[in-house]
């Protein structure tokens, strides 16, 4: 597979459902905010709940400018809604069961059975803007945060 879309590529869009059922259309979002698309391996696995629940903590600073998350994965909308409401998450999680957004943002595995760990700052102009690969889920929300403040100057 080739690697990863980069900075100036524009982001593909998609439609894909999130709990309990609402479509979420990536075209619908960009123009007005910027969108933090990320990708992640599993549901209520450690790594991915740190990075959700990070999300989920500093939800309100990455709206107040001006950006919308949204988590990808090949998990089902069931195993989205546990996971949702176990850690209390406020941003849509998206199902992508059939790895078509996945394969399309380039994050499948090797094995082409899940998302590797991968974010893609998608900016108003529908433009990849950044890409963080790999992801130090230790730092990565901060890291996220200041590449918008960065758009914002």
């Given at each position: 597979m080739a690697g990863r879309l980069g900075p100036g590529d524009p982001a593909p869009d998609f439609d894909l459902?999130?709990?309990?059922?609402?479509?979420?259309?990536?075209?619908?979002?960009?123009?007005?905010?910027?969108?933090?698309?990320?990708?992640?391996?599993?549901?209520?696995?450690?790594?991915?709940?740190?990075?959700?629940?990070?999300?989920?903590?500093?939800?309100?600073?990455?709206?107040?400018?001006?950006?919308?998350?949204?988590?990808?994965?090949?998990?089902?909308?069931?195993?989205h809604e546990a996971f949702q409401r176990k850690h209390d998450l406020t941003f849509p999680l998206l199902s992508d069961l059939n790895s078509l957004v996945c394969g399309n943002y380039r994050v499948l595995n090797d094995k082409g059975t899940m998302a590797d760990r991968v974010t893609y700052l998608i900016g108003k102009d529908g433009l990849i803007q950044?890409?963080?690969?790999?992801?130090?889920?230790?730092?990565?929300?901060?890291?996220?945060i200041a590449a918008l403040k960065e758009l914002q100057s």
């Open positions: 459902l999130a709990p309990p059922g609402r479509k979420i259309k990536l075209s619908n979002l960009i123009g007005d905010r910027h969108v933090v698309l990320y990708f992640y391996p599993k549901d209520d696995t450690p790594g991915c709940t740190q990075e959700a629940r990070d999300f989920a903590a500093r939800i309100g600073e990455i709206r107040d400018l001006g950006a919308e998350v949204l988590g990808v994965s090949v998990d089902t909308l069931e195993s950044k890409v963080w690969d790999p992801v130090n889920v230790a730092t990565h929300v901060g890291e996220v």
